[in-house]
């Protein structure tokens, strides 16, 4: 048996650089909905929008379902599907392509299945679907999004947040082994709802990726303070830290995604185009993007556009391509060894530890290390540090911002020091 790495890990003008070996970047969303679940678009128009304006790939997340099987619609003033919007299919796809029926005195129309979307939109070497599940937890956190999957999972009731994102996980590595195939599966939005602490996720060693941006609105990118939420860039420094010290080789490597719902009305709600990522691979296929991200060949972006990424043990370097009156500020996060280890409980205003709250650590974890304003940024490792990443952020506002006063930004994940 081969061996498996499973890792239970708007409109935009599209680059694609081509770095040594015949690599190119490409740009994917791995996180997006359709009627098939919450999302208000039909599963092609919800493909059709990330196909042409430039996206290469894109994997179906619904939650706790797969795209397979007859699924009908109610076609109604009042819902998602009205009639006007089926009439823009049929004029976006054609007649034939809109199966339409009268079942119980109204009329429906049966989604596309993942296997009729493939075989419609996919172009070998410019677009590709993959498909996917959110597996989402009933009633809260957390939610996993398992990429490139065969099999649907589907989300239990609430019953311990660290168990359910290892069971999730353990889930998708158990299908990967079953069929032979890559998959990985990711943390979704930490901070939404009633949140996933970072001492919940320290356990879960299967815990490998997680969303450092999601564009959806309610979900806390930049902290919540009042919950006692850190941002997200925080919890990435203080897990990948806490393990690090632990675990010598382990990562936590750090995804932007959109997860669109709402693909009507621009600017309202979760919108496609707000996050994305960026893989370097030989080609446009499923295995050779997920060998990649499984490595850490990719970055997460909301606008910036980056090439020439260096990580290893010497540190890391990259090329900004830089647009014309745009400034960007590069940030060098990391650790040194030998930081300071407390940690202090959130309080509430009577003085007890907030219950959803994670703890808040030492300022040494997750430091500033380096910072720069040039288009070449690079930082070498001094001999002390655990790690470094950085994160890039333009003075250009965001086209369609997940918050208001939003900038375009990137994420390059991290390099362990020797």
Not at 313 to 328: C, D, K, L
Not at 396 to 413: L, S, T
Request: glycine share 8%; net charge negative; charged share 25%.
């Amino acid at each position: 048996m081969r061996a498996l790495y499973v890792l239970t890990i708007v409109l935009l003008t599209v680059f694609v650089f081509a770095p040594a070996h015949g690599e190119q970047w490409f740009k994917g969303g791995l996180h997006l909905h359709s009627l098939w679940s919450d999302g208000d678009a039909a599963p092609e128009v919800v493909t059709a929008w990330y196909k042409e304006r430039g996206w290469h790939f894109i994997c179906y997340t619904d939650h706790n379902i797969l795209l397979e099987g007859d699924t009908y619609k109610p076609i109604m003033d009042d819902a998602d599907l009205t009639p006007a919007r089926v009439e823009a299919i049929r004029e976006q796809f054609g007649d034939d392509w809109v199966q339409e029926e009268e079942h119980l005195g109204r009329q429906r129309m049966r989604l596309k299945t993942y296997e009729e979307l493939k075989a419609h939109f996919e172009e070998p070497g410019r677009f590709l679907v993959m498909h996917g599940e959110e597996i989402t937890t009933l009633s809260g956190n957390p939610h996993v999004n398992a990429i490139n999957v065969l099999e649907r999972t589907g989300g239990l009731p609430k019953d311990g947040m660290t168990e359910r994102i290892e069971l999730y996980m353990k889930a998708v590595t158990a299908q990967a082994e079953k069929h032979q195939r890559l998959m990985f599966s990711m943390l979704n939005h930490p901070n939404f709802a009633n949140g996933v602490t970072i001492e919940e996720a320290l356990p879960v060693k299967a815990l490998r990726f997680f969303e450092v941006f999601n564009g959806h609105p309610s979900v806390n990118n930049w902290g919540h303070e009042e919950k006692g939420y850190p941002s997200t860039d925080r919890f990435w420094d203080v897990l990948l830290t806490l393990r690090l010290q632990e675990e010598p080789s382990y990562m936590l490597y750090g995804l932007a995604t959109d997860d669109a719902h709402n693909y009507f009305n621009m600017g309202k709600g979760a919108n496609p185009g707000r996050g994305w990522v960026m893989v370097l691979a030989g080609q446009l296929a499923p295995e050779a993007l997920l060998t990649s991200i499984m490595k850490g060949d990719f970055y997460a972006s909301t606008g910036v556009l980056l090439d020439n990424i260096r990580r290893d043990e010497s540190g890391m370097s990259f090329t900004i391509m830089a647009e014309p009156g745009v400034t960007y500020t590069t940030q060098f996060f990391g650790t040194r060894r030998g930081f300071d280890t407390t940690s202090t409980a959130v309080l509430d205003a009577d003085g007890n530890p907030k219950e959803r709250a994670s703890r808040i650590y030492s300022d040494e974890i997750g430091a500033l290390l380096s910072e720069t304003t040039g288009h070449e940024p690079s930082y070498t490792f001094e001999g002390d540090e655990l790690y470094v990443r950085a994160k890039i952020t333009s003075d250009k506002p965001h086209p369609n911002p997940f918050k208001k006063g939003d900038v375009e930004m990137a994420w390059v994940q991290p390099a362990t020091a020797p």
